[in-house]
């Protein structure tokens, strides 16, 4: 049975519209996450899901069942909110316990499922404590228990680690990957860093632009966008786009840029739009190698890798890869080298279109 | 100004002479409180020493109103204390929070209020309450303390401060409207409500002219109205001593209660200056 | 909070358990006076006889009808004096006492409005004919031909003296104080008097006292024969006779022959301590006066004298006023009007206690008896009865008058306006103030 | 926002009490008060329209302009003075010792009075012959000022009451607008080689401007409304000099019973309270765009 399912849900917020038929459905258990700029709608998708807000027009269904109509406390969902939302005033065994109160759980059970929780979480001896007393990443685990506690069928979790610090951002995402083992749920996460989206789930669903733009495996939107925009929005640093006009013949796509140099991709050319495209190079597909193409404006050391953010002759910037021991240096002139088999295609309207696959 | 520095010694003669300036009249009338009647009544400057009695504070005790008018005033300060906080509160979170027709136009309609001194209102309630039967009753003295359009305003603002995150989670945590109120949002509003609470109350206390008009009877009368009544038949009374010993009764429980909760009301206070 | 809403709650049955406390057949009856507040003292004396001044004798007297009626309740509502802002407030409210001391000059005020009941039933009920009152008394209550109250008493103002120090000032003969004949004879002796003592001659309430500058002028106004209110809507006080009664005040206080800036407590306290030779004011200070004057080692001690305003332009003339129980209008069942009546009743029969005060009784019957007749200085005062001048019944709202003209003669005493101008001032207000009668 | 026809309801159900009382005993009685006003009336009941014969007659009336004029005069010798005093005063209290704390206390402990209390104890020390003022005086000799009777003494003796009364809640605001002035602007001046003065002059003063402006227009608009001190105190004496426009209103309905012409007082006084609130939320809102 499908675990979340979405029907064409539209919402706008008085004349500026926010979701334009968006459809989904989920797989059982599944971690998905929504990849989005701000105010592409994500939030209000995960919102509308959570009861916080209503559709205009279209269905929610969970495990089967609509929720769209039910308030929030019963649509069987538990959220964790990016500031936490911990009742200031209550302790942390009261903030964990309020829903279950309400819920009408009895009180045995109550106690139960927060000892359960906090052992979990690891909080089990700061109970009694109250949220003002606790650091950002002891509130984020109660907030985390305080949705677990609930027993949900489905886990909202909105921006839950753009609160923290780099170091505990890292032990927070593994500690969401092993908890996901342990839940018996699917997760929704609504996130705008790609990274996270990437590291933590089984799906993501890219959106802009009030629409979905594409839903996929990770490794699967990294290497097949949908789109430009995707294929911008998707991956780090972003893939460099330039613009390009398809030259000569073959099943391949041959295209040259606009210093006048050229590039064989492994695009078919088959099925191409007609009109402009733009060739989409990730940097991992551009090396550093001699010559004297390009100018480097900046080198960013990764250490096991080296980014060379350069310019070709016409001005365009491009991004490439070098070894962890490069000798670039801003200013340098380098010849650089573009493995056209990876190169994507992007089409006027935006389209990717992509190398064949090697057929196993 | 550095808030850790010490005083110059020029400050703090200045600010001590101040003090005493303050305190001297509280002084000179518990002294004057503590002589008999007669000896006052020959000169006042035997208050400056004994012999000293308790007297007048026994003859309060034994006859007179005071005590009675010291109820009065209580009953109508915490009544007034409570609808104001409860009606506010509610108006607050509604304002704040709520989703209703005309609201934007209704909270204005409020905020004009603030501009609306009690003068433009007074004798027209006055009559008002006559036809409705309300004079010398309580709920005739608590009911004009009910219409505080500041304390709405103040509400409201308190309740916008809060994060609407939190009412998320609360419904999320099957919480009612009810519930999401009372025991989300309005535990959390305690500070406001302590200073709503103070000015109020302090507001109610000290009122003097509505009682003056409404409560015209001994057995209504509130400490203010009572001890006026009282100070202008100084002429016809029982006494200057008895007269300031009852002053004194008066103001005790307020002062005591200002002394115990100093900071509290102090805190509060500031609450509202912030804003 | 919790406990904040525990502690109304408490307070709230408290107060509703105290309202409920009495039995359930008494008849309960709303008394308002003045006179002041004497709890403290005489909260539960019920020993007339032992009372002094004003305010102790009647809330003994009150005391004593409650004790010896105790199947009525009688609320006392203590108002300062002289307590009409307060009445008007409950009238307006619908909600006045059953009833109310008022004084008689007032009465046409609200008898006028409609406000007042009249008392002539209830007063026959208790057995209280007109002819058992005074003529000053039954001038005071009667209005349009029926009794709007009982008077209680007749009231004016008299000259209480300091005979130690009219002997120092060389102003005693054969043992009786020199009281001047004129207005200039006041002044000479009002000099002479403070050469030879150093102190001023007249001890004066001037400070939120409007009412004795006001009696002072209508009483020597009405001596002189002027008129003071010539319709129910014209008041003539920028007359020559007017201003003649004002100027000798002015000059009295421009010469400092007077105590300055006192109000009536200082008065009092002033006139009790030797610190002046004559103090204008009212009856009702004999008594406290006389008990001072007997007791010994005081200023006063064995240096009291009272008698009524001297001669100084005209005729003998003083303006007296009286005291009276008012009945407003009201619902009111049987029970209630016939506890009204025995509180008349017994009120009328202890006129004689209240008469202690110094205040002239208003039954006949008290006048004659040997009892008052051997009250320290009531022959000094007697004449007050005779000469005793109200102003017209026709004149309403005189207390607000009384307040309107009292401001102005203040100004014009104290100095801050030219006599003439004070005058044609309070006749302007107070005609203005007339104009608005319905 | 969720919830819908739900929520409708619910808002009416939580503004809904405060609302109706707010309408039926503060708007209808405002209006109830205007008509009033173009009527003759007496306290009771009486009722004849005259359009605007009773402003005609504040216009025309000595008393009324005698009581505005009163009212000015304390307005300007309370609110002047107040402001200047519990200025310092939270300069000089603005401090984190214990002293100061003990301070703080006194200076506000007259706040909790009511005003009834308060001019009984100040009667009794400015009244000439029993007051702590007169006794102080004769003792050195001096004659005692007739502070509640001289015409030109009772005013200032009105404002030294209230002021004494009051000093409590603006030296709090100024205390809470000090607090607010961030502790970088007086370290970065004092870098700059900023004397105590120039920094009270240049950094604390201009930062206190709206907390100033508050506390002028909020005690304006109270000392605007002065009633209780003059009615106890002096009772507008002698001869008026001392009656504020609000104890006329006292009078002039309950002793005079003119009730149409107090309340065209009362909407006079209105009208100036309006405007004071007005100019305060310009000043206010002005000395904010300042600010960014």
């Not at chain 3, 305003?309 to 069942?333: I, N, Q």
């Not at chain 4, 000093?167 to 961030?182: C, D, E, R, S």
């Amino acid at each position: 049975m499908p675990s979340l399912e979405l029907i064409d849900i539209r919402k706008a917020f008085g004349a500026t519209p926010v979701l334009d038929g968006v459809s989904l459905a989920m797989e059982a258990k599944e971690f998905i996450a929504f990849l989005g700029p701000s105010g592409s709608g994500k939030s209000t998708l995960l919102r509308i899901i959570a009861g916080l807000e209503t559709a205009d027009s279209g269905e929610v269904r969970l495990e089967g069942e609509r929720i769209d109509t039910l308030p929030p406390g019963r649509r069987g969902v538990a959220m964790v909110f990016q500031h936490y939302a911990l009742y200031p005033h209550m302790s942390v065994r009261e903030n964990m316990a309020f829903g279950l109160r309400n819920a009408k759980v009895p009180a045995d059970e109550i106690a139960r499922r927060v000892e359960q929780a906090a052992k979990v979480l690891e909080i089990e001896h700061q109970l009694d404590r109250k949220p003002a007393q606790m650091s950002g990443g002891q509130r984020q685990r109660v907030a985390i228990g305080r949705a677990i506690v609930k027993q949900p069928k489905l886990f909202l979790l909105d921006e839950p680690l753009s609160n923290l610090d780099a170091a505990l951002r890292m032990r927070t995402r593994i500690e969401l990957a092993q908890l996901r083992q342990r839940v018996d749920a699917a997760v929704i996460m609504v996130t705008h860093d790609q990274a996270e989206a990437m590291t933590l789930a089984d799906r993501m669903v890219v959106m802009n632009e009030r629409r979905i733009q594409q839903v996929g495996a990770p490794m699967d939107v990294y290497r097949r966008p949908a789109n430009a925009f995707v294929a911008r929005f998707v991956g780090s640093p972003a893939m460099t786009l330039a613009p390009a006009t398809l030259v000569g013949d073959g099943d391949y796509a041959r295209v040259r840029l606009g210093d006048g140099s050229e590039v064989a991709t492994r695009v078919p050319r088959a099925g191409l739009p007609e009109g402009p495209l733009e060739l989409g190079l990730r940097p991992e597909h551009v090396r550093v190698g001699d010559g004297d193409n390009a100018t480097v404006d900046l080198v960013e050391r990764l250490g096991e890798r080296t980014l060379v953010y350069a310019r070709l002759a016409d001005g365009r910037a491009i991004t490439a890869e070098d070894n962890g021991d490069s000798r670039v240096r801003i200013g340098d002139k380098v010849g650089l080298v573009i493995d056209g088999a990876a190169a994507h295609l992007f089409g006027p309207d935006g389209a990717g279109y992509h190398a064949e696959e090697p057929r196993a | 100004m550095n808030p850790r520095a010490r005083l110059s010694p020029a400050a703090l003669v200045a600010v001590t002479i101040g003090a005493a300036i303050m305190l001297a009249p509280l002084l000179w009338t518990i002294l004057l409180s503590l002589k008999a009647n007669s000896e006052l009544m020959r000169d006042t400057a035997s208050a400056f020493s004994g012999p000293y009695t308790l007297e007048n504070y026994r003859a309060i005790l034994v006859g007179s109103s005071v005590t009675h008018w010291l109820l009065n005033s209580l009953i109508v300060s915490l009544g007034t204390t409570a609808g104001v906080l409860i009606l506010c509160s509610l108006a607050g979170y509604g304002f704040a929070r709520l989703d209703f027709p005309f609201r934007r136009s209704l909270f204005v309609f409020v905020l004009l209020g603030l501009a609306i001194p009690e003068q433009a209102v007074i004798l027209p309630r006055h009559q008002l309450f006559a036809w409705l039967h309300l004079h010398n009753s309580y709920p005739g003295l608590i009911l004009p303390g009910l219409v505080a359009p500041f304390g709405v305003f103040f509400m409201t603002q308190y309740f916008r401060a809060i994060p609407v995150e939190l009412d998320e989670a609360a419904m999320l945590d099957g919480a009612s409207r009810f519930t999401l109120f009372w025991k989300v949002l309005l535990p959390l509003t305690r500070p406001a409500q302590a200073t709503l609470g103070v000015f109020t109350f302090l507001g109610s206390w000290n009122d003097y002219w509505w009682p003056l008009i409404s409560a015209t009877r001994s057995a209504r009368f509130t400490l203010t109205v009572g001890l006026a009544s009282a100070q202008m038949n100084y002429a016809q009374t029982s006494g200057l001593g008895f007269l300031m010993a009852q002053a004194v009764f008066a103001s005790l429980p307020i002062l005591i209660v200002y002394i115990i909760f100093q900071k509290q009301i102090v805190a509060a206070m500031a609450g509202a200056a912030v804003r | 909070m919790k406990r904040l809403r525990g502690l109304v709650a408490g307070l709230v049955l408290a107060a509703l358990a105290g309202g409920c406390g009495t039995g359930p057949k008494k008849t309960e009856i709303t008394l308002q006076r003045f006179f002041g507040e004497c709890g403290a003292v005489y909260g539960h004396s019920i020993d007339v006889g032992a009372a002094e001044g004003e305010c102790g004798i009647v809330t003994t007297l009150i005391n004593r009808f409650q004790a010896e009626n105790p199947d009525i309740q009688v609320d006392v509502n203590v108002v300062a004096w002289p307590g009409y802002p307060q009445l008007t407030a409950q009238i307006a409210a619908g909600d006045p006492p059953d009833l109310v001391t008022m004084h008689q000059s007032v009465i046409s005020d609200y008898q006028g409005r409609g406000l007042l009941e009249p008392m002539d039933g209830v007063l026959g009920e208790a057995g209280i004919g007109p002819e058992a009152i005074t003529p000053a008394g039954l001038r005071g209550v009667t209005k349009a031909g029926h009794l709007y109250g009982m008077a209680w008493d007749t009231i004016g103002g008299l000259f209480h003296v300091n005979t130690r120090l009219f002997a120092q000032a060389g102003l005693i003969k054969d043992g009786k104080p020199i009281l001047p004949t004129s207005a200039d004879e006041l002044l000479v002796q009002a000099r002479q008097f403070k050469t030879r003592t150093g102190k001023p001659y007249l001890v004066q309430s001037e400070v939120s006292d409007a009412a004795s500058f006001v009696r002072n002028f209508y009483g020597y106004v009405m001596a002189q024969g002027g008129v003071l209110f010539a319709d129910r809507r014209h008041s003539r006080f920028a007359t020559p006779e007017g201003a003649r009664v004002v100027q000798l005040f002015r000059t009295i206080e421009q010469e400092k022959l007077t105590t300055l800036n006192q109000d009536t407590p200082a008065a009092i306290a002033s006139f009790m301590n030797g610190e002046g030779g004559i103090y204008p004011t009212g009856t009702w200070m004999i008594g406290a006066f006389d008990q001072e004057a007997k007791t010994t080692g005081r200023p006063l001690s064995g240096a009291y004298a009272v008698f009524p305003y001297p001669h100084l332009w005209g005729r003998d003339a003083a303006f007296v006023d009286g005291h009276a129980w008012v009945m407003p209008k009201r619902v009111r069942t049987a029970a209630e009007r016939a506890a009204v009546v025995r509180f008349l009743k017994f009120m009328a029969a202890h006129n004689f206690d209240w008469t202690r005060t110094g205040h002239l009784p208003a039954f006949r019957a008290v006048y004659a008896s040997p009892e008052f007749r051997a009250l320290p200085h009531r022959s000094d005062i007697a004449p007050l009865a005779a000469i005793g001048v109200q102003l017209p019944g026709y004149v309403q709202r005189q207390s607000a008058i009384q307040g309107l003209l009292g401001e102005e003669l203040t100004s014009a005493v104290t100095g801050t306006k030219p006599v003439e101008r004070a005058l044609r001032d309070g006749e302007r207000r107070v005609d203005e103030l007339l104009d608005q009668i319905p | 926002m969720t919830g819908g026809r739900r929520d409708r309801l619910a808002g009416f159900a939580f503004v809904g009490p405060f609302l109706a009382l707010y309408a039926f005993l503060l708007i209808y009685p405002l209006f109830m008060g205007i008509g009033l006003s173009f009527h003759r009336a007496d306290l009771f009941g009486a009722r004849r329209f005259v359009g605007f014969e009773n402003y005609a007659r504040a216009f025309a009336d000595p008393i009324a302009w005698q009581a505005l004029w009163n009212t000015f005069k304390l307005t300007v010798l309370i609110v002047l003075p107040l402001t200047a005093i519990t200025l310092a005063l939270a300069l000089a209290l603005n401090r984190a010792t214990r002293g100061a704390a003990i301070f703080r206390g006194i200076f506000f402990a007259s706040s909790v009075l009511s005003v009834t209390i308060v001019t009984l104890i100040w009667r009794f020390i400015l009244t000439p012959d029993a007051g702590l003022v007169a006794k102080i005086v004769t003792t050195l000799g001096g004659t005692p000022p007739p502070f509640l009777s001289d015409p030109n003494l009772t005013i200032p003796a009105l404002a030294i009451t209230t002021i004494w009364w009051s000093v409590g809640f603006p030296m709090m605001l100024f205390l809470a607008g000090l607090q607010q002035i961030p502790a970088d602007m007086y370290e970065a001046a004092a870098l700059d080689n900023a004397g105590p003065w120039t920094r009270l002059f240049k950094i604390t003063l201009p930062s206190l401007r709206r907390t100033l402006i508050l506390v002028i227009m909020l005690q304006t608009a109270a000392q605007l409304q002065l009633f209780g001190q003059a009615q106890l105190l002096t009772a507008g004496g002698p001869s008026g000099a001392s009656r504020p426009v609000v104890l006329l209103i006292f009078e002039v309905a309950f002793g005079r019973w003119e009730l149409g012409y107090a309340a065209a007082l009362a909407e006079l006084l209105f009208l100036l309270v309006l405007s004071v609130t007005f100019i305060q939320y310009w000043a206010v809102g002005r000395a904010a765009k300042e600010e960014r």
